[in-house]
């Protein structure tokens, strides 16, 4: 009878994923539990090749794990922007001697097991992507014995290192620049769904109207999911209902203008001559629209090459210290905005 990946896994109490990682020696299991795996798999028939041994005995001990944390998934998705941020901590931990493990943990389906397989495995410190959690979220992470760097989020109630964007400069720049063409009627397209970085947009969009006088209309403010399909969807519905436009809009992310730029042209509304729109996060599919989006530049690369300095700071010298980094963002002018 043909070894099963689901009996070696019911054994152990891991899952299939785990098993099959250990078996085509990939990372993102930690030291601990590859033992495990592979010496189950010896028991019940299996010998594990001589590359997964040797990759097992010569692992570089110096580890940080790299969790993604999805409570809904409607934020945090396989786009350009959490790409570089990878890339940045990816590059940071290399150049610095580090291995990074990455866990993609789900609120409802593996949390449990993923918190498991990081009690067990040899590890230095942890970077949790935190862009979808709330304060409560974290607490299971405060308890472990290893350093902990949050990224994408502050919460400020609680003491954790974290590195942020600077949300409420980013979305006051947008909005000054808007007033600055002279629009007056400014909407907001809104994120339907929450993460604290749309929180902290919104008071620097509400902060700049004010200081210029401008009053928040509310009938401006349209809300949509913040995804490319959803916030198209949303947009197409509210413009069905034939809401009155203003001349501009600020919206929470390049996703979501995106997809309301696909609905208003759709309704046959053009962007850059009957309305202007500014993004936030500077995706590198800003530059194809047409006309260009202009928007707020993050420096993703940047953000996740300091997580991981903190945490080696912290590994380091495991000091008390807590610190709150915000990277500041730029306006990038395209064409996506006129002057009237």
Known sequence: MPLRLKDVAKKLNVSPATVSLVINNKPGVGKETRQRVLQALAEMGYEPTILQKSALNNSNNKNIRFIIYKKHGLVV??????????????????KNGYNLVISYMNEKENREEILRIIEESP?????????????????????????????????????????????????????????????????????????????EREEGFIK?????????????????????????????????????LPTACFADNDIIAFGAIKALKEKGVKLAKDISIVGFDDMPFCEMTEPPLTTIRVYKQSMGRLAVKRLIEKINDRSDIVIKMEVATELVERKSVIKI
């Not at 396989?78 to 940045?88: H, I, Q, V, Y």
């Not at 004010?210 to 995804?227: A, D, M």
Request: hydrophobic share 40%; net charge negative.
């Open 208 to 244: 700049a109207l004010n200081e210029h006088n401008i009053k928040f209309n509310k009938k401006y403010v349209f809300s949509l999911e913040s995804t490319l399909e959803g916030s198209y969807r949303d947009m197409l519905k509210l413009l069905e209902s034939r809401i009155e």
């Open 123 to 199: 590890l230095d410190g942890i970077i949790i992507l935190a862009t979808e959690m709330r304060p409560e979220d974290l607490q299971e992470f405060k308890k472990l014995p290893v350093p902990i760097v949050v990224l994408d989020s502050y919460f400020k109630e609680e003491k954790v290192d974290t590195v942020i964007i600077n949300n409420i400069q980013g979305a006051y720049e947008a909005t000054k620049y808007l007033i600055s063409m002279g629009h007056t009627e400014i909407g907001y397209l809104h994120s339907s769904v929450w993460i604290n970085n749309f929180d």
């Open 77 to 94: 998705s396989d786009t350009p922007f959490f790409s570089a941020l990878m890339e940045g901590i990816d590059q940071e931990a290399r």
